[in-house]
């Protein structure tokens, strides 16, 4: 029997506010900052506290729901989700239920099966909870809690089950974070916790309608893991299933270590939340023409972007997308293409995704505080253009331009690495090496043709790299073949 997954994804995106979604408690870098410190009796669930939603929050979200194509209501509600866990202080989060900001959007993905749509059943606001740190002494093992998150404004961006692999699942959650820093709502940092994944898996017999039984893996913040845990619970429900087994409706975590998921909790559905309107927040309503107004003012999409480059650059979808992918990257590229336009696309593609960004990673450098600006490569990529210095001796330059500061050009003239095109000093660099390497000669001319590269990197060797290869290659050539 085949089996066809069917996947939905939740994504939580902690808004990039200055204060919390119902206080004014500044939102903190988790990592660096004292353990509640950022806490005041409204975030911390004291009774008879008054919650007041946050406009720029409100604003963020009808920001990215619009960018995703939803129906933006002009009215919504704050309801309690109640239930109890050790990071939830008050014992209900404020979030929105029946009356969203938004629903009803797209999304179109682009992956190695093509084109695929993905339905977005609805976008809404909530708060975060705070966050628990488990730990294990000699003799206990015991919990620390941190409201520092309790009260981030959150939004959570929920899909239809539209999804049928694991592949699919990791292009979608990057195109959604390349979005959030597109609009700048989200800084991207999966890595601090600011973007959690939740995928919801099942599995069914091809050509069943009927859904299978979900299991959702928790608040994942790593594409890679993402792609595994997907991969691993599509697995396990189709061993289960053939084994005569039942999947059970739960929540799991991922196992980094062992590379699996565990259970935590059954999953509630939504009645055992006792969901009801929020008393202390009125109904959110917004202006027609102000909603109307944010489709106008958005910015290109990544996908948008991502389709320009291919149709304006002649890139392939994937070399689009390792562009579009990053609002950072891509700026810079159209920078360098605007600074110098002889410079061919390819090229400048090929050392912005190549070289710089291997430079960049060996520095633990973002192209953001790289000090190679997008002038400077620019001006690099043209000294190869007009045969001032080769490839390679333009490689080293780049690593001396990161370090120094200096320009192409002054490092250029005070190094003296001006490519040697003097046809005369050429001959007599390739006329030594032959001379040299007299059974290397042989060899080529009795048909080992292979040999020519050898001969061609001992040329480079004692021209300091200076030489141009065109130049040289032609020259080499002829000599090898005069002596036939």
């Known amino acids: 029997m085949q089996f066809e997954p069917v996947i939905g994804l939740e994504i939580h995106v902690e808004m990039l506010t200055s204060s919390k979604m119902f206080c004014s408690c500044a939102v903190v870098d988790l990592p660096s900052a004292e353990p509640n410190s950022a806490v005041c009796p409204i975030c911390a669930g004291h009774p008879g506290t008054l919650p007041v939603p946050n406009i720029k929050a409100i604003e963020y979200g009808y920001k990215v729901a619009a960018a995703l194509g939803c129906t933006l209501a002009t009215t919504s509600v704050f309801s309690r989700k109640n239930y109890f866990y050790p990071d939830l202080p008050k014992g209900y989060q404020i979030t929105q239920y029946d009356e969203p900001i938004a ?25 975060d909870t705070g966050k628990l740190t488990h730990a294990t002494s000699a003799n206990e093992t015991y919990s620390l809690v941190d409201l520092n998150r309790a009260g981030v404004p959150l939004l959570e961006i929920v899909t239809e089950p539209d999804f049928h692999s694991a592949e699919e699942v990791r292009v979608y959650a990057e195109y959604l974070r390349a979005l959030v820093r597109y609009l700048g709502v989200n800084s991207g940092d999966l890595e601090k916790g600011v973007m959690r994944i939740e995928p919801n898996i099942s599995v069914r017999p091809v050509g069943q309608e009927e859904l299978g039984t979900k299991v959702e893996i928790k608040n994942l913040n790593s594409f890679r893991i993402l792609e595994r845990g997907v991969d691993f619970e599509i697995k396990r429900h189709i061993a289960l299933i053939e084994s005569g087994g039942k999947v059970k409706q739960e929540t799991v975590g991922w196992d980094e270590a062992k590379q699996e998921t565990y259970s935590q909790r059954s999953k509630e559905d939504a009645h055992d939340y006792r969901y009801f309107p929020e008393p202390d927040i009125p109904p959110i309503t917004v202006d027609r023409e102000w909603l109307n107004g944010l489709y106008s003012s958005l910015p290109e999409t990544p996908w948008e972007k991502a389709k320009r480059f291919v149709e304006q650059y002649q890139l392939q979808q994937q070399e689009a997308w390792q562009l579009a992918g990053d609002i950072d990257t891509c700026t810079f590229f159209e920078a360098v293409v605007k600074e110098n336009p002889a410079v061919s696309i390819r090229t400048v593609f090929s050392w912005v995704t190549g070289e710089l960004m291997a430079l960049l990673s060996s520095r633990n450098a973002s192209i953001l505080n790289s000090p190679i600006t997008a002038k400077g490569l620019a001006d690099l990529l043209g000294t190869i253009l007009d045969g001032t210095i080769n490839h390679q001796t333009a490689k080293t330059l780049l690593v001396d331009m990161f370090d120094s500061g200096k320009t192409a050009k002054d490092i250029i003239l005070a190094k003296n690495l001006g490519q040697v095109s003097d046809s005369t000093l050429i001959n007599d660099l390739i006329a030594t090496v032959l001379q040299e390497n007299e059974p290397e000669v042989q060899s080529y001319q009795d048909g080992k043709v292979t040999v020519i590269n050898f001969l061609f990197g001992q040329v480079m060797k004692k021209a300091q790299g200076k030489a141009n290869p065109l130049v040289v290659r032609t020259e080499l050539e002829r000599q090898l073949n005069h002596g036939k």
Do not use: A, F, M, W
């Open 103 to 127: 629903s009803n959007g797209k999304i179109t993905l682009y992956t190695s099966q093509g084109y695929r749509d993905i339905r977005i059943r609805r976008v809404h606001l909530e708060e």
